[in-house]
């Protein structure tokens, strides 16, 4: 199967299994697992932060940052179109009674006046607006690279009001690669980021939260009690790290084949492509279909007996992503069975060569 559900389902490579075989293990509970203990310094250094801390998932980095600086009733500013208001199970209500204003802009990218008519009046009736969000790339906005400059207007206004500014850096390479600048340069103005090694880096499992040294020692306690703390650990932090020195500088790859897929998407009659083709800004590409009686969910499932996965991201928007277990070939091919499914539903028959239907 060619799968481009998501960059989350590459296997780990036979030179990162070897990392991972290789790796030093102790128990990270009680605190001396020494490739977790070398991840977390590697990648908060990466990033120019004080501390960093290894999570079970890039959810619970999230919720982690959110749980160590929000109080409940407190407010989150971030794009109505976010990870954590989208895919994080409502954590921020669950977890630590947090509100959020949603933002609106194109791309899932806003503006510091967004930010500045958010934060709530210094007054007992209202909300205490806490912390902002920013998403880079955003996953919804299309895979969207936000640049240095709108990052640091936005971080500003918030920090002049006393706000934290925490990045959602799932993607944060792929921003960087795309964006022609360096990960720790974007967050410089942040006070914390999260990135996942599971996502276009190639590691099974594993994300990390980074920021001061007080706010990553509350993070950890809150990681324990929410039993995302674990034991040989650094069988993990090995294959994390191996993405970090391995996997980064490749993700230019990925751009170029997602580029070629929306060309390739392009040409066919009933997709229409959100950005034209040369203008797919990572390694993500987000269409919808203009065909009748054929929405998202059933193109996903007529392209999965054509052995291609892709989501559907609403009633009829899809979105396929380039990942390092998919070459330039396996895209063109995704493509020409995305063209078989279509032309097969505009025609109100199999097209030549499908059996899938019969
Ligand atoms: C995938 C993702 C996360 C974390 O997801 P997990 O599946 O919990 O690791 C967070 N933010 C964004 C933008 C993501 O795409």
Known sequence: MIDLRSDTVTRPTPAMQAAMQAAELGDDVLGDDPTVLALEETIAEHLGKEAGLFTPSGTMANQLAIRSICEPGDELIAHRDSHVIHYETGGPAALSGCMIAPQDGAGGIFGPEAVRNSIRPDDHHAAVSRMVVVENTHNKGGGTVWSIPGFESVAAEAHERGLHVHVDGARLFNASTAGGYEARD????????????????????????????????RARRFRKMFGGTMRQSGLLAGAALHAIQHHVDRLVEDHENARTLAGALADIPGIRLDVPPGETPTNMVFFHLELEDLDAPAFCAALRAHEV?????????????????????????????????????????????DTSTR
């Open 309 to 353: 996965g892709m989501i559907a991201m609403g009633p009829n928007r899809v979105r396929a992503v380039t990942h390092l277990d998919v070459d330039k070939d396996d895209v063109l091919k995704a493509a020409a069975a995305a063209k078989r499914v279509c032309s097969a539903h505009a025609h109100g028959r199999p097209a030549p060569g």
């Open 186 to 217: 974007f967050v410089a103005q942040s006070d914390s980021v999260s990135v996942c090694f599971s996502k276009a880096l190639g590691a099974p499992v594993g994300s990390a939260l980074v920021g001061s040294r007080r706010m990553i020692d």
